[in-house]
């Protein structure tokens, strides 16, 4: 298994826009990106008619740490109500590569 793991949500533009950096300063989280979109999936809000603004947020975390970031995304995100986005939990990551 590998040291990281990726963890996506699908969530309306502004529930993403108010979680990115409380995402970020999570316990167990190396690296988040968020990018914006639109969608006609999932949301009851379709601010340009059969679309409504989406954020995909992709989250790399530690794999010993990530039942616990998967809960506390949960929270943040507020994916317990109708209508939110969806988490999931996607694929190991075996080594994380930063260029500068």
């Known amino acids: 298994m590998g040291k990281f793991v990726e963890i996506g949500a699908l969530v309306e533009k502004n529930a993403g826009d108010g979680a990115y ?13 968020m990018e914006t979109g639109r969608s006609n999936d ?27 970031v998967l809960d506390q995304i949960y929270e943040v995100l507020g994916i317990g109500e109708s209508s939110v986005g969806l988490i999931y939990e996607e694929k190991p990551v075996e080594q994380i590569k930063t260029y500068f």
Not at 21 to 33: C, H, Q
Not at 44 to 67: M, N, P, S, Y
């Open 21 to 33: 950096e409380k995402i970020y300063n999570l316990d167990g989280v190396e690296y988040v990106v």
């Open 42 to 68: 999932l949301f009851a809000k379709r601010q340009f008619g059969e679309f409504g603004e989406a954020a995909l947020i992709t989250v790399i975390a530690q794999t010993a740490k990530k039942d616990q």
